[in-house]
């Protein structure tokens, strides 16, 4: 068998995540019976069907939903190469650094303060994300490090540096009389009437079963919570970008949170590395002599 083609992935792709050839072949800015041949080619030359066509649709066989996952993997290892490969001819660039846009400002800060203090580490550019994102943009190269989260993000194939570990807290409306309790549980969160949990998608997109709203953005979020129609429980630090409509209590046996610094672990950028030792050095720093270190 002949190797497959970035063409064929890009193609196949935009048809398993449109379940339709019509928008994507739009998607694509190309006529759809091309598009449709070039699937029916990858079928035959994989030797198994990719997907199941009738007339209510198109739906993802068990090998379709592989190769979806794998094909996603190696568009992205493409172009991560490109980029990669176009930033390490500029010996001036910066290190990017992406980060889902509300996370702690003060944690942020004090790791650009101690890169800033030291002499072997390079300028840092900030690049923000939704939830979740940072992955993606360390696999396809638009970042080269990130600050991520363990256990909820999506660590695979990464090196990581720890920063801080912290407890949770749970995002509530203001009005609502479990936003004057001093601390919470789980169980307190679990089933509140008229207050579902927020569903924010899994690792491959999709959502868990529930009644709470289905949200992508922190701005849909803190939306849904001002309204009274959702809750939800994050890391402590996140309420950097909670509102005045919103109160932030503890809960108390929630799972522990740590903040990494991740990058890809076959990168050996000395640059990557001089920040990773800075990220340490934030570790073990009490916040005063981070902001210190930056005068």
């Known amino acids: ?69 794998e094909a996603r993997l190696a568009l992205d290892a493409v172009a991560a190469a490109a980029r990669r490969t176009r930033r390490a001819a500029d010996r001036q660039r910066p290190l990017v650094l992406v980060t889902k846009a509300g996370a702690s400002h003060e944690l942020l800060q004090r790791l650009l303060a101690a890169s800033a203090a030291r002499t072997d580490t390079a300028p840092v550019e900030v690049l923000l994300c939704e939830v979740g994102e940072q992955a993606r943009f360390l696999r396809n190269g638009r970042a080269d490090v990130a600050l991520m989260h363990r256990p909820v993000d999506d660590l695979a194939g990464f090196d990581t540096e720890d920063i801080c570990t912290e407890g949770q807290v749970a995002l509530l409306p203001a009005g609502h009389p479990l936003a004057a309790r001093p601390q919470l549980t789980l169980a307190d969160v679990a089933d509140v009437p008229g207050l579902p949990i927020a569903r924010w998608p899994r690792l491959d997109g999709s959502y868990p079963d529930g009644p709470g709203p289905e949200v992508r953005t922190q701005s849909q979020l803190a939306q849904l919570v001002a309204l009274g129609k959702t809750l939800l429980v994050i890391p402590a630090s996140s309420r950097a970008w909670q509102w005045p409509d919103h109160v932030a209590v503890p809960v108390v046996d929630a799972p522990e949170i740590t903040t990494v610094l991740a990058w890809p672990a076959d990168d050996r950028s000395p640059a990557i590395a001089a920040l990773a030792r800075a990220a340490a050095e934030v570790r073990t720093m009490p916040p005063a002599a981070a902001h210190t270190a930056a005068r």
């Open 1 to 69: 068998m002949d190797d497959l083609e970035t063409r064929e992935l890009r193609y196949f792709v935009a048809v398993a995540e449109e379940l339709h050839f019509g928008r994507a072949a739009q998607r694509l800015g190309i006529a759809q019976p091309p598009l449709s041949r070039a699937i029916r080619q990858l079928e035959r030359r994989l030797g198994v069907q990719l997907l199941d066509r009738d007339r209510r649709g198109v739906a993802l066989t068990g090998a379709g939903d592989v190769l979806l996952h």
